[in-house]
């Protein structure tokens, strides 16, 4: 019955949950080991070690950092990091200043069609420095010009839609370095986003291995059984280590629940040893 998760957000990025709330309903899944990756952002793990000490739960420290490679954006996640490292945390500042040159150009965009909302607005709801396209799409649900985050993405934050605006990123090899010189393991997060596969997504993960990149999060909430298996294989082929998570946001993906995704996610306990192990934590 114990599983864990080790890619979960809250509030101090895009999740609607603060990290002890996520805790407990880590506790009511049986998650044995967790991490919290909020996006460009590390603030949320004291309070989540806090609240692991409380319920039994190991905490990970973790980050997700988005990338692009010049065709799709990758997301990084890191794991076992030295998260108060002060070179570190310049780099999560600078990206989360790519965030606030964004946003209101999208806000701009969205006026444009006749939307009234601000970037304050945006700002206030969200609550914290990583502001992300999901608070953007919680103010147009709040304003009722959407229906759900679905479909504020699929209208007009998605890439293409009326209101998208590229924020500028750094390359995988970039966010892979940052990690490792912060003492922790770069892993690909949702190969499935990449819209590879086969030799395709063989080379593209071959290319991130030989920049450092450590692991493979085989086991995601909406990866299909044959996909799971094909990261697992290519894991195998290019020795790199296995990982899974549910990306839980809360609000923003309601069908997604911590530690058990859609319902059939079980990440095995037994990846975490060789996940700390090579990042020097045993
Ligand atoms: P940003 O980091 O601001 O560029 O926003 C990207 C984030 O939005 C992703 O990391 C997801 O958490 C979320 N996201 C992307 N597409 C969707 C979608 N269709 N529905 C809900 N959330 C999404
Ligand atoms: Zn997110
Ligand atoms: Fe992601
Ligand atoms: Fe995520």
């Known amino acids: 019955m114990s599983r864990i998760d080790l890619h979960l957000h809250t509030t101090h990025s895009d999740g609607s949950l603060p990290p002890a709330d996520v805790l407990a309903l880590a506790a009511k899944a049986h998650v044995t080991a967790l991490a919290i990756t909020d996006h460009d952002i590390v603030t949320g793990i004291p309070e989540a070690a806090a609240a692991g000490a409380e319920f039994g739960i190991d905490v ?34 600078t990206l989360r200043t790519s965030r606030h040159r964004r946003n209101p150009l999208v806000i701009e965009r969205l006026r444009a069609l006749g939307l009234d909302v601000t970037y304050e607005e945006v700002r206030q709801l969200a609550g914290t420095e990583s502001v992300g396209r999901p608070h953007i799409a919680q103010l147009l649900m709040k304003k009722n010009y959407v229906t759900s985050a679905k479909d504020a993405f699929d209208r007009y934050l998605a890439e293409g839609r009326l209101a998208y605006v590229a924020r500028e990123l750094p390359t995988p090899a970039e966010a892979i370095a940052w990690i490792k010189e912060a003492g922790g393991v770069p892993v690909l997060a949702h190969p499935m986003w990449t819209k590879e596969t086969g030799d395709g997504l063989r080379a593209l993960v071959t290319t991130l291995k030989e920049t450092g990149l450590g692991g493979i999060e085989v086991h995601y909430s909406t990866h299909t059984k044959p996909q799971t298996n094909q990261y697992l294989d290519l894991a195998k082929k290019l020795d790199l280590l296995v990982t899974g998570g549910s990306d839980f946001h809360g609000l923003t993906k309601p069908d997604i629940d911590v530690g058990i995704g859609r319902g059939g996610l079980k990440v095995p306990e037994k990846l975490l040893r060789p996940l700390k192990e090579a990042a020097g934590r045993t």
């Open 60 to 93: 990970i420290p973790g980050v997700e950092i988005s990338s692009f490679n010049g065709k799709s954006e990758l997301h990084i996640l890191g794991y076992y990091l030295n998260w108060q490292d002060p070179t570190f945390s310049g780099r999560l500042a």
